[in-house]
């Protein structure tokens, strides 16, 4: 359990309906729980700071979280190989259930007069990041050819010519030099 994400709701458990706002910024994995992925995937770093902003309302059966949850993260852009960094902004709408409840699957479930956080935090955040990421939209990526960035300018590679169309470019007009066009 990470201190840094436990809230207490004895108050919101006692008086039923009721809401409290929770707004904070904590390392994304404390405790260091969460594996790093490889080097090619898409993660958030363990110190990266995440930003919750979040209302807590109880109600007969647990308490409702609702509210936003921002983190940076980082990748390889998918054309280019380079580095490529965001931030993810995913909005959560979860409940909470004693565990006294926990038949309820579709719930995230907690004991006594606190909420652990940390669960909804890492899943909403992993669940939302990019699988194929970008270092920017316009990316050109790499030549198939040589493996030279096209971000950087073209390389001079030749188009390469499509096989299946290897036998028309062999044809040739009387007098034409190869690569030369016709008028239509």
Known sequence: MSVV????VAALRRVVPSSMEVAFEAPFDVERELAPLGPAET???PDALVTVALRLESYAGGIRVRGAIEAPW????RRCAARADGVVRVTVDERFVSESQTSDEMSYSFEGDELDLTP??????MLDLPLAPLCRETCAGLCPQCG???NEGPCGCAAPSDPRWATLD???FPG???GQSHPA
């Not at 994400?5 to 207490?8: A, D, K, L, Q, R």
């Not at 980082?74 to 852009?77: I, K, L």
């Open 170 to 172: 062999a044809l040739r």
């Open 74 to 77: 980082r990748g390889t852009c």
């Open 176 to 178: 034409e030099e190869p």
């Open 5 to 8: 994400y436990v809230v207490p």
């Open 120 to 125: 909804l935090v890492h899943d909403a955040i």
């Open 43 to 45: 993660d958030v770093d």
């Open 148 to 150: 030279a960035d096209l």
